[in-house]
């Protein structure tokens, strides 16, 4: 016999073998007339335990129908921290527990015994082959944060996940603290403040972990849980749709002009130059970002696509609409987000076609950006930090480089004509339904005759500027990220 303090009173357990079961009574009154009293809840006790630190923490216990142990969950203080809230928790529990049982005894399967810890395991081996680094990172937060909040609650197995325990989850995920990075403190601390998470942080948290219940669902590892549960339980929380981020005309310039000052930065004077090797201050401090930038503003290619971007993919002898040599690049569909692959008309942008000539003689290996190997993403990161810090460039993303091609594209009624909306899309790899929500009527006053993207976004000087820079630099071999790299002659651009 076991005895423990419960809600309001003494509560007696004791297991019944046999029927698989825990009876649950109060005892009132004296010894020798003991009365037992059904609780609202038969076959689940709600139990305290008074820690080391003084925090009470409260637990369920209950018999498990699929294997007739008896489990001891730790409940979630946040969700079930009032007497009330315990109380619905452990009569629902015992109606899902007698419904389980008679399932069972109906002839259901009954769940396979697999860890949540292995399955977990399992799932990121599976992700190893199927799916790209960032989005396996990306993921992993997700399926992180949803792992010790399992382990917390006492949830071992794969099959004991239900609807109720995934709507706990989802109240676990919105009742979290913000966090921000700690003022002072060391590099990835972080500290939390009085408000809220947003709806956007929720559901990116929700999303791989509906991924991997799908996978788990597929496998037969959810016997209580249907797509339908799944999509009820985990539904995304409502965010508000604000109007697409792109850089308008000025800030074009503004970027530009801040990439070629970047470019064009030496060092006073290096050991080597120094020793006479090469002429004083004509050493880059960076690898150039200008060509990197240009190519995502004209081609409207994702990040990911212009690093993995061969020479072998280029084409710039294709032919276009009028007959006239254009140039082309094909994407594959393994270098691709949505694993379609798709081709970029040159014949949109003739100066991206220059540039990418320009590029071409310099070239030292496969990769257009880079040389055997890809540039690195943190390279280019750590230059559009460094392009907003110190030349003042304006706020951006790499992303939004690709939604103002786009919104650029969609609304040029010089480049496309009334093909606009459908060819735009095509260009960049989504649909004609997306380009007319997100992107038609969001720039205005393009000039008509501009028949061109650099045209529209009234950046022609720049971008060559930027041509010029690179057809007249040498290459270089020096240690740095890229590899490969060229430097220019002069000092500045011009």
């Not at 749709?241 to 990439?259: D, G, N, P, Q, Y």
């Not at 919104?407 to 010089?414: E, M």
């Amino acid at each position: 016999m076991q005895r423990f303090v419960a809600i309001g009173a003494w509560h007696e357990a004791s297991e019944n073998a046999n029927l698989g079961r825990v009876e649950v009574g109060t005892y009132v009154g004296t010894k020798k007339s003991k009365r037992r009293t059904r609780s609202g809840h038969p076959g689940v006790v709600i139990c305290s335990r008074k820690l080391p630190s003084g925090r009470v923490q409260w637990r369920a216990r209950f018999c498990d129908t699929d294997t007739g142990r008896l489990m001891d969950v730790v409940l979630d203080a946040l969700v079930l921290g009032s007497a009330d809230a315990r109380r619905e928790w452990a009569m629902k529990k015992a109606r899902w527990l007698a419904a389980r049982r008679m399932e069972i005894l109906s002839g259901a399967p009954r769940a396979t015994p697999k860890t949540i810890e292995n399955a977990i395991a399992d799932y990121n081996e599976r992700c190893k082959r199927t799916l790209r680094d960032r989005t396996r990172r990306t993921y992993g937060q997700g399926i992180e944060r949803f792992r010790c909040w399992a382990n917390k609650n006492g949830i071992v197995r794969v099959a004991d996940l239900g609807v109720q325990q995934l709507s706990t989850f989802k109240d676990h995920l919105i009742a979290l603290p913000h966090q921000r990075q700690k003022r002072g403190g060391r590099r990835g601390e972080r500290q939390e403040v009085p408000q809220y998470r947003g709806p956007n942080a929720v559901n990116a948290e929700m999303r791989p972990v509906k991924t991997l219940l799908t996978v788990w669902r597929r496998a037969g590892l959810l016997p209580l849980l249907t797509s339908d549960d799944v999509a009820d339980a985990l539904m995304p929380l409502p965010t508000p749709r604000e109007r697409v981020v792109f850089l308008v005309a000025t800030k074009i310039s503004s970027l530009l002009s801040a990439c070629l000052a970047h470019d064009a930065a030496t060092y006073a004077e290096t050991r080597a130059e120094h020793s006479g090797n090469g002429k004083v201050g004509t050493t880059s401090r960076y690898d150039p970002i200008a060509p990197f930038t240009a190519f995502l503003l004209l081609s409207g290619c994702r990040c990911s696509e212009a690093l993995t971007l061969r020479w072998d993919s280029v084409d710039l002898s294709s032919l276009g609409d009028d007959g006239m040599q254009a140039g082309e690049i094909h994407l594959r569909a393994a270098d691709v987000k949505t694993a379609t692959s798709r081709s970029i008309d040159l014949a949109v942008s003739p100066a991206l076609r220059e540039l990418l000539m320009a590029m071409k003689p310099l070239a030292r290996g496969r990769y257009v950006f880079g040389g055997e190997r890809p540039l690195p993403y943190s390279a280019v990161e750590s230059a559009r930090k460094r392009l907003r810090k110190d030349y003042g460039a304006p706020t951006f993303t790499w992303q939004d480089l690709r939604r103002t091609t786009a919104s650029y594209l969609t609304n040029a009624a010089g480049i496309f004509g009334s093909a606009s909306l459908y060819r735009s899309a095509v260009q960049l790899g989504h649909s004609a339904e997306v380009a007319q929500r997100r992107y038609l009527h969001v720039v205005k006053g393009i000039s008509r005759d501009a028949c061109c993207l650099e045209a529209a976004m009234d950046c022609q000087a720049l971008v060559h500027a930027i041509v010029r820079v690179v057809g007249s630099a040498r290459p270089t071999r020096v240690a740095t990220s890229s590899g490969i790299l060229y430097r220019s002659e002069r000092s500045t651009p011009g």
